[in-house]
């Protein structure tokens, strides 16, 4: 169940582990669109055949797994209390490990402490994109928006 989260709020929250999305199974599906959409159509992504020969199968792009969290976060919370608000960047982000057709992610997300900054409020939150059975998350990253009140 989503969380809402008062703008005015943040602060409060800082450090807090603020919850877990439910699994998404990242499919070929969802890999061929990407590649198109992006011009990335290295093989280990997109050529099914060739991948199984090789490697077991195919992997998703890391741009891919890092596009998805924006999906997942909104299951797990969401900010009001604003008039706008914009993505405001990504600070050490690490693709970590692959993640293979047909794996299950998830979201595990953080609250960072805000800063201010242009008469906004810039909220950060620790992301790490779990894979179901793996020890190594396959992305850790803090992603900050930037709310108006």
Sequence with gaps: ???FIELKDVAGLAGQELGVSEWHVVTQAQIDPFA?????????HVDV??????MGGTIAHGFLTLSIVPALWGQIARITGFSNGYNYG???TRFTAPVKTGARVRLRATMLEPQFRRGGTIVGVGCVIEVEGEERPALVTDWCEIFYA
């Excluded at 055949?49 to 090789?54: C, D, L, S, T, W």
Aim: glycine share 4%; aromatic share 14%; hydrophobic share 35%.
């Design 90 to 92: 990504l600070d050490k």
């Design 49 to 54: 055949p060739r991948a199984e020969r090789e």
């Design 1 to 3: 169940m989503t969380r």
């Design 36 to 44: 198109e959409a992006t011009g990335d159509f290295e093989w280990f």
